[in-house]
Protein backbone atom coordinates (compact mmCIF):
# COMPACT_ATOMS: atom_id res chain seq x y z
CA UNK A 1 0.00 0.00 0.00
CA UNK A 2 1.17 3.57 -0.70
CA UNK A 3 3.44 4.73 2.27
CA UNK A 4 4.75 8.10 3.03
CA UNK A 5 7.20 8.92 5.81
CA UNK A 6 8.48 11.86 6.98
CA UNK A 7 11.11 12.58 10.00
CA UNK A 8 9.89 11.28 13.36
CA UNK A 9 11.94 13.64 15.31
CA UNK A 10 11.38 17.03 15.56
CA UNK A 11 13.86 19.30 13.93
CA UNK A 12 15.34 22.41 16.08
CA UNK A 13 17.02 24.56 14.14
CA UNK A 14 18.29 28.41 14.93
CA UNK A 15 16.30 31.33 13.52
CA UNK A 16 17.95 32.86 10.79
CA UNK A 17 18.76 29.30 9.10
CA UNK A 18 17.43 26.99 6.66
CA UNK A 19 15.31 24.62 8.26
CA UNK A 20 15.22 21.47 5.08
CA UNK A 21 12.43 18.90 5.70
CA UNK A 22 12.02 15.20 4.45
CA UNK A 23 9.05 13.42 2.83
CA UNK A 24 9.72 9.59 1.38
CA UNK A 25 7.06 7.60 -0.25
CA UNK A 26 6.84 4.09 -1.67
CA UNK A 27 4.47 2.34 -3.33
CA UNK A 28 3.25 4.83 -5.18
CA UNK A 29 3.89 7.41 -8.28
CA UNK A 30 1.51 10.53 -7.19
CA UNK A 31 1.13 13.06 -9.89
CA UNK A 32 1.47 16.04 -7.19
CA UNK A 33 2.68 16.24 -3.71
CA UNK A 34 1.32 19.02 -1.23
CA UNK A 35 2.58 20.96 1.67
CA UNK A 36 1.20 21.53 4.38
CA UNK A 37 1.34 23.55 7.88
CA UNK A 38 -0.38 22.36 11.39
CA UNK A 39 -0.99 24.49 14.52
CA UNK A 40 -1.60 22.88 17.47
CA UNK A 41 -5.29 22.25 17.46
CA UNK A 42 -5.78 24.00 14.39
CA UNK A 43 -7.13 22.77 11.15
CA UNK A 44 -4.01 22.32 8.45
CA UNK A 45 -3.40 25.19 6.01
CA UNK A 46 -2.08 24.88 2.37
CA UNK A 47 1.30 26.13 1.37
CA UNK A 48 2.68 24.81 -1.60
CA UNK A 49 1.40 22.13 -4.52
CA UNK A 50 4.35 20.91 -7.01
CA UNK A 51 3.65 18.50 -9.77
CA UNK A 52 5.11 15.48 -10.94
CA UNK A 53 6.90 17.72 -14.68
CA UNK A 54 8.10 20.04 -11.72
CA UNK A 55 11.22 20.27 -10.43
CA UNK A 56 11.08 23.13 -7.80
CA UNK A 57 8.56 25.64 -6.48
CA UNK A 58 9.03 28.99 -4.76
CA UNK A 59 7.13 30.86 -2.96
CA UNK A 60 8.40 33.84 -0.80
CA UNK A 61 10.31 31.99 1.91
CA UNK A 62 9.59 28.55 0.85
CA UNK A 63 11.04 26.22 -1.99
CA UNK A 64 9.44 22.35 -2.36
CA UNK A 65 12.14 19.83 -4.73
CA UNK A 66 9.93 17.00 -5.76
CA UNK A 67 11.96 14.19 -7.33
CA UNK A 68 10.51 11.43 -8.93
CA UNK A 69 12.94 9.25 -9.22
CA UNK A 70 14.06 9.06 -5.77
CA UNK A 71 10.26 9.41 -4.72
CA UNK A 72 11.05 12.12 -2.52
CA UNK A 73 10.59 15.75 -1.78
CA UNK A 74 12.11 18.40 0.16
CA UNK A 75 10.70 21.32 1.76
CA UNK A 76 12.80 24.26 2.66
CA UNK A 77 12.28 27.34 4.82
CA UNK A 78 15.07 30.11 4.20
CA UNK A 79 15.67 32.63 7.26
CA UNK A 80 13.47 30.86 9.82
CA UNK A 81 12.12 32.51 12.17
CA UNK A 82 10.45 31.51 15.52
CA UNK A 83 6.80 32.08 13.76
CA UNK A 84 7.51 29.56 11.75
CA UNK A 85 7.24 26.57 14.56
CA UNK A 86 4.87 24.46 13.30
CA UNK A 87 4.27 21.30 12.77
CA UNK A 88 4.41 20.30 8.33
CA UNK A 89 3.09 17.77 6.36
CA UNK A 90 3.16 16.52 3.42
CA UNK A 91 0.34 14.78 1.34
CA UNK A 92 0.58 12.54 -2.03
CA UNK A 93 -2.14 12.94 -4.20
CA UNK A 94 -3.84 10.79 -7.03
CA UNK A 95 -6.31 8.05 -7.66
CA UNK A 96 -9.14 10.67 -5.84
CA UNK A 97 -7.70 10.31 -2.39
CA UNK A 98 -5.22 12.33 -0.11
CA UNK A 99 -2.61 10.75 2.18
CA UNK A 100 -1.17 12.70 4.69
CA UNK A 101 2.45 11.97 6.28
CA UNK A 102 2.66 12.31 9.96
CA UNK A 103 4.31 15.29 9.81
CA UNK A 104 7.68 16.80 11.18
CA UNK A 105 7.78 18.71 14.40
CA UNK A 106 10.07 22.25 13.70
CA UNK A 107 11.05 24.96 16.32
CA UNK A 108 12.96 27.71 15.17
CA UNK A 109 14.84 29.11 18.74
CA UNK A 110 15.10 32.48 18.45
CA UNK B 1 -9.38 31.82 8.40
CA UNK B 2 -10.29 29.14 5.57
CA UNK B 3 -13.79 30.43 5.11
CA UNK B 4 -14.47 26.44 6.09
CA UNK B 5 -16.74 26.42 8.83
CA UNK B 6 -17.42 23.32 10.74
CA UNK B 7 -20.05 23.32 13.88
CA UNK B 8 -19.67 21.95 16.55
CA UNK B 9 -16.37 23.16 18.14
CA UNK B 10 -16.53 20.80 20.86
CA UNK B 11 -18.91 17.33 21.44
CA UNK B 12 -18.79 15.45 24.67
CA UNK B 13 -21.06 12.12 24.40
CA UNK B 14 -20.99 8.49 25.52
CA UNK B 15 -20.00 5.37 24.58
CA UNK B 16 -22.93 3.84 22.18
CA UNK B 17 -24.37 7.37 21.16
CA UNK B 18 -24.80 8.69 17.64
CA UNK B 19 -23.34 12.00 16.67
CA UNK B 20 -23.70 14.46 13.55
CA UNK B 21 -20.82 16.93 12.65
CA UNK B 22 -21.70 19.70 10.31
CA UNK B 23 -19.26 21.39 7.92
CA UNK B 24 -19.82 23.86 5.15
CA UNK B 25 -17.34 24.49 2.39
CA UNK B 26 -15.96 27.76 0.83
CA UNK B 27 -18.15 29.89 -0.93
CA UNK B 28 -17.61 27.78 -4.47
CA UNK B 29 -15.81 25.11 -3.37
CA UNK B 30 -17.46 21.61 -4.86
CA UNK B 31 -15.41 19.03 -3.28
CA UNK B 32 -15.95 18.12 0.83
CA UNK B 33 -13.27 15.83 2.63
CA UNK B 34 -13.52 14.62 5.49
CA UNK B 35 -10.64 13.62 7.69
CA UNK B 36 -10.28 11.77 11.50
CA UNK B 37 -6.98 12.75 13.53
CA UNK B 38 -5.61 11.62 17.04
CA UNK B 39 -2.86 11.43 18.78
CA UNK B 40 -1.60 8.35 17.62
CA UNK B 41 -2.92 7.69 14.39
CA UNK B 42 -1.87 11.37 12.46
CA UNK B 43 -4.33 12.88 9.48
CA UNK B 44 -6.76 10.20 8.31
CA UNK B 45 -8.69 10.31 5.19
CA UNK B 46 -12.57 9.46 5.52
CA UNK B 47 -14.23 9.96 2.92
CA UNK B 48 -14.32 12.70 -0.31
CA UNK B 49 -17.96 13.83 -1.72
CA UNK B 50 -17.90 16.17 -5.41
CA UNK B 51 -21.27 17.84 -5.69
CA UNK B 52 -23.58 16.20 -3.90
CA UNK B 53 -21.77 12.25 -5.11
CA UNK B 54 -19.23 9.75 -3.34
CA UNK B 55 -16.06 10.22 -4.74
CA UNK B 56 -13.70 8.33 -2.48
CA UNK B 57 -13.37 6.71 0.33
CA UNK B 58 -10.72 5.96 2.74
CA UNK B 59 -10.58 4.43 6.34
CA UNK B 60 -14.31 5.12 6.90
CA UNK B 61 -15.54 2.37 9.49
CA UNK B 62 -18.97 1.04 8.64
CA UNK B 63 -20.27 2.65 12.02
CA UNK B 64 -19.46 6.42 9.90
CA UNK B 65 -21.48 7.68 7.16
CA UNK B 66 -21.40 11.27 5.42
CA UNK B 67 -23.08 13.04 2.44
CA UNK B 68 -23.00 15.93 0.72
CA UNK B 69 -26.29 17.92 0.12
CA UNK B 70 -27.43 20.26 -2.56
CA UNK B 71 -26.45 23.36 -0.83
CA UNK B 72 -22.82 21.48 -0.82
CA UNK B 73 -22.94 21.15 2.81
CA UNK B 74 -21.80 18.34 4.57
CA UNK B 75 -22.55 16.38 7.71
CA UNK B 76 -20.67 13.34 8.90
CA UNK B 77 -22.55 10.87 11.23
CA UNK B 78 -20.70 8.81 13.52
CA UNK B 79 -22.60 5.53 15.52
CA UNK B 80 -22.09 3.40 18.29
CA UNK B 81 -19.51 5.87 19.35
CA UNK B 82 -16.58 4.04 20.49
CA UNK B 83 -13.48 5.35 22.94
CA UNK B 84 -11.44 5.22 20.40
CA UNK B 85 -13.10 7.44 17.97
CA UNK B 86 -12.28 10.20 20.49
CA UNK B 87 -10.46 12.96 17.99
CA UNK B 88 -10.07 16.03 15.74
CA UNK B 89 -12.43 15.58 12.79
CA UNK B 90 -11.46 18.00 10.15
CA UNK B 91 -13.60 19.00 7.21
CA UNK B 92 -11.94 20.42 3.98
CA UNK B 93 -12.87 22.10 0.71
CA UNK B 94 -11.50 22.62 -2.96
CA UNK B 95 -12.52 23.77 -6.00
CA UNK B 96 -12.56 20.20 -7.82
CA UNK B 97 -11.95 16.87 -6.98
CA UNK B 98 -8.22 16.66 -7.25
CA UNK B 99 -4.75 19.01 -8.42
CA UNK B 100 -6.38 21.43 -6.10
CA UNK B 101 -4.96 22.14 -2.51
CA UNK B 102 -7.48 21.46 0.27
CA UNK B 103 -8.74 24.88 2.87
CA UNK B 104 -9.25 22.81 6.46
CA UNK B 105 -11.62 23.73 8.62
CA UNK B 106 -10.75 24.38 12.44
CA UNK B 107 -12.37 20.84 13.24
CA UNK B 108 -14.59 19.64 15.90
CA UNK B 109 -13.05 17.50 18.92
CA UNK B 110 -15.17 14.77 19.82
CA UNK B 111 -14.91 13.51 22.89
CA UNK B 112 -16.18 10.08 23.80
CA UNK B 113 -16.28 8.73 27.84
Known amino acids: SQKIEQNSEALNIQEGKTATLTCNYT??????LQWYRQDPGRGPVFLLL?????KEKRKERLKVTFDTTLKQSLFHITASQPADSATYLC?????????FGAGTRLFVKA | DSGVTQTPKHLITATGQRVTLRCSPR?????VYWYQQSLDQGLQFLIQ???????AKGNILERFSAQQFPDLHSELNLSSLELGDSALYFC????????????FGPGTRLTVT
Open chain 1, 50 to 54: IRENE
Open chain 1, 27 to 32: NYSPAY
Open chain 2, 92 to 103: ASSVATEDYEQY
Open chain 2, 49 to 55: YYNGEER
Open chain 1, 91 to 99: ALDGSFKTI
Open chain 2, 27 to 31: SGDLS
